[in-house]
């Protein structure tokens, strides 16, 4: 993304933001993206956007006072912190109960819920911001990686609670397809770019969504 901002003799000032940049090249240290810039009351002012993506984009432009920036921020932050922190929490139960039980079913549920968190946090950015903020390739690839590892969890997790290859020995065989299908779209990363592996996840997730309601 670039904006480029006119100064009273005509020139303008562009800054540059993205997953295409490190992040610790940007004028704000947030995960989403900002641009700071000053304007004197009653002045009219004119600025210019610059998108360019591989996939689909969210344009949702705002301007912010930056004290109502940093009030309303603290508290989507504080609600995100304690939504990963109950994931995580659940996390270690399972990890404890795997411990003491062996059970692998477990084990998917734990894998499973540490890729949604990845998967959530490379949506919202906060990935790039605290786990590889120099990485451009993860930056960009992440949520397809994980979001397929995730969904591969997800299905051998259903298959092992409800042990579908006892109970349900012809349907388990479309759960092992999708466990082989998502982690191949995983795998698919290393040799598709971004704007087409996109749409692998999007087809793999819904197709996976559908047969665990059906299951």
Request: charged share 15%; glycine share 6%.
């Amino acid at each position: 993304v670039e904006m480029y901002v006119a100064n009273h003799k005509g020139e303008y000032r562009v800054s540059r933001m993205g997953d295409g940049m490190p992040f610790g090249m940007r004028e704000i240290n947030h995960d989403n993206l900002l641009f700071p810039f000053t304007t004197e009351p009653g002045v009219q002012q004119t600025v210019y956007f610059r998108f360019a993506t591989q996939g689909s984009v969210r344009l949702a432009l705002a301007v912010w006072d930056p004290k109502q920036f940093l009030e309303t921020d603290h508290s989507y932050q504080l609600l995100e912190g304690i939504c990963y922190g109950a994931i995580i929490v659940m996390v270690f139960y399972n990890l404890l109960i795997l411990a003491t039980t062996g059970d692998r079913t477990y084990l998917f549920y734990v894998m499973y819920s540490l890729t949604f968190i990845i998967a959530q946090m490379s949506l919202d950015g906060t990935s790039f911001k605290y786990l590889w903020p120099n990485s451009l390739w993860l930056a960009n690839y992440s949520i397809t990686l994980f979001s397929g590892i995730m969904g591969g969890f997800l299905v051998l997790f259903v298959r092992s609670l409800l042990q579908t290859k006892t109970h349900f020995p012809r349907w388990d065989w479309v759960l092992r397809g999708l466990v082989v299908m998502s982690f191949a779209v995983a795998s698919s990363v290393l040799f598709f770019p971004y704007g087409i592996t996109l749409k692998f996840i999007s087809s793999a997730i819904l197709l996976i969504s559908v047969v665990n309601i059906i299951t």
